[in-house]
């Protein structure tokens, strides 16, 4: 299995709560990613980042925020969930050069009430 | 842009029987890398198989393969002696070769499989 990891796993919260979804990974890759997917669907990549202090949005427009100050940390944040925000949320990596291979997080389940 | 189209949002296949998940894609794009990464329920997605366009040569990776048809722009999936432990979302993934930052996803197909 790919070092990518992400905490928490399954976060259930109240509406107007501010979250930070953690992903890290140990394989030294410049280039993350996340991904929003309802279960069983299609991925839509909401961030992503070259390297330390890059961050782009993707192709889906989204109310969260993302920082890259370590290579191997980037996390999510939203300032106030909302049941909108209820989805899966999955971190990928992969090393910089032509055609590589996404690894991917086991992923964070939100549910916001 | 790039799209990748998978035209069976499900299909089913009976243990140790062959399925073909089906995978179009649209590019202008000579050199580019194409991708099926498989999903369990609730489990981590992970890569399956791996294709370089400029390579003629279909991958192979156990009982997985692909049909890769450059010029249809089509890249199918064949598991062959099907398992149980194969039933997940399988996703068709493109890479250009020049925007490298760029992964593009199709939809996905829910295998299903019946002992």
């Known amino acids: 299995e790919a070092d990518i990891y992400q905490t928490p796993r399954y976060l259930v919260i109240g509406t107007g709560k501010k979250i930070t979804l953690e992903c890290s990974q140990t394989m030294g890759h410049d280039k993350m990613y996340w991904y929003q997917q309802d279960p069983g669907m299609e991925l839509h990549l909401i961030h992503y980042?070259?390297?330390?202090?890059?961050?782009e949005k993707g192709d889906l427009s989204s109310e969260s925020t993302v920082s890259r100050i370590r290579t191997e940390h980037f996390p999510l944040t939203l300032e106030s969930a909302r049941p909108s925000h209820t989805s899966q949320y999955l971190c990928?990596?992969?090393?910089?050069?032509?055609?590589?291979?996404?690894?991917f997080g086991p992923g964070t389940r939100l549910l916001v009430l | 842009a790039q799209t990748v189209t998978q035209s069976q949002p499900e299909m089913s296949v009976q243990e140790a029987e062959t399925v073909t998940l089906s995978c179009t894609y649209d590019t202008s794009e000579s050199d580019y890398y194409l991708f099926w990464y498989k999903q369990p329920p609730s489990r981590q997605m992970i890569l399956v198989i791996r294709q370089e366009a400029y390579k003629q040569q279909n991958a192979t990776e156990n009982r997985f393969s692909v049909n890769f048809q450059k010029a249809a722009k089509s890249f199918s999936l064949k598991i062959s002696d099907s398992q149980l432990g194969d039933a997940a979302m399988y996703f068709c993934?493109?890479?250009?070769?020049?925007?490298?930052?760029?992964?593009?996803f199709g939809a996905g197909t829910r295998l299903t499989v019946k002992p």
């Open positions: 990928a990596s992969n090393s910089d050069g032509l055609g590589e291979t996404q690894y």
């Open positions: 980042s070259y390297g330390v202090n890059s961050t």
């Open positions: 993934a493109y890479r250009g070769g020049y925007n490298n930052n760029d992964m593009r």
